[in-house]
C-alpha cells in the first residue's frame, strides 16, 4: 500500500507516492532526479549514498523514505549557493581530494554535517567523523586537508 510522503528536498518541498520499502536513496535518485547520492555497498557501509536528513548525515541506501516524511533533505545538488559552491565544494577542488568522484557527494555532505556540529574540529574529530565514508582512489589526506581548510584551518 502506498503512502504519501512530504519532504522539503534542497529547500523545496516536494511530495511522493511511496512504497513501504521505498529507500531514500530510490526517492530521491529516481523519483526526484538528483543522482548525486550513489549507491555503494547498500548496507550502510561506504557513505556514497550520504544525505542531509534534518541536519543529519544518514545512509540514503538504509532509511526508509515513508521514515523521512515531514523531514528536510539536503543532498549535494542543493549545496551550493547562489554565490557557487559551498566552501567545502571549493575546497575539495582545490586540494584535489576527489579522482572518480564516486564518493565525493557523501565526503561532502558528511563533512557538512560535521562542521555545523564542530566548526573547529581536530583532525581526530575529522577522521572519526569520516570513518563511514571510503574513498577506493585513496584521497584521505587531500580530504582531510580539504575539510581542515574549509574549517578555516
Known amino acids: 500500500m502506498k503512502k504519501t510522503i512530504a519532504v522539503k528536498v534542497n529547500g523545496i518541498e516536494r511530495s511522493a507516492e511511496v512504497e513501504p520499502r ?6 530521491v ?7 548525486g547520492a550513489k549507491l555503494g555497498c547498500d548496507i550502510q557501509v561506504c557513505g556514497a549514498c550520504t544525505v ?10 538504509s532509511v526508509l523514505a515513508v521514515d ?14 547562489e554565490g ?6 571549493r575546497a575539495f577542488m582545490e586540494h584535489g581530494a576527489l579522482q572518480c568522484g564516486y564518493c565525493t557527494p557523501g565526503f561532502i555532505l558528511t563533512a557538512k ?5 564542530q566548526p573547529r ?4 574529530e575529522i577522521r572519526d567523523y569520516l570513518a563511514g565514508n571510503f574513498c577506493r582512489c585513496g584521497c584521505y589526506r ?8 574549509a574549517a578555516g584551518r
Open 121 to 124: 574540529p581536530t583532525d581526530q
Open 68 to 81: 523521512a516524511d515531514g523531514g528536510e533533505l539536503l543532498t549535494i545538488e542543493g549545496l551550493a549557493g
Open 52 to 61: 542531509l536528513l534534518d541536519g543529519k548525515a544518514v545512509s540514503a541506501c
Open 29 to 35: 535518485r529516481e523519483r526526484f532526479s538528483l543522482t
Open 84 to 89: 557557487g559552491l559551498h566552501p567545502l565544494q
Open 142 to 149: 587531500e580530504i582531510l586537508q580539504a575539510v581542515r581548510s
Open 113 to 117: 554535517a560535521l562542521l555545523d556540529e
Open 22 to 27: 521505498t529507500t531514500l536513496l530510490e526517492l
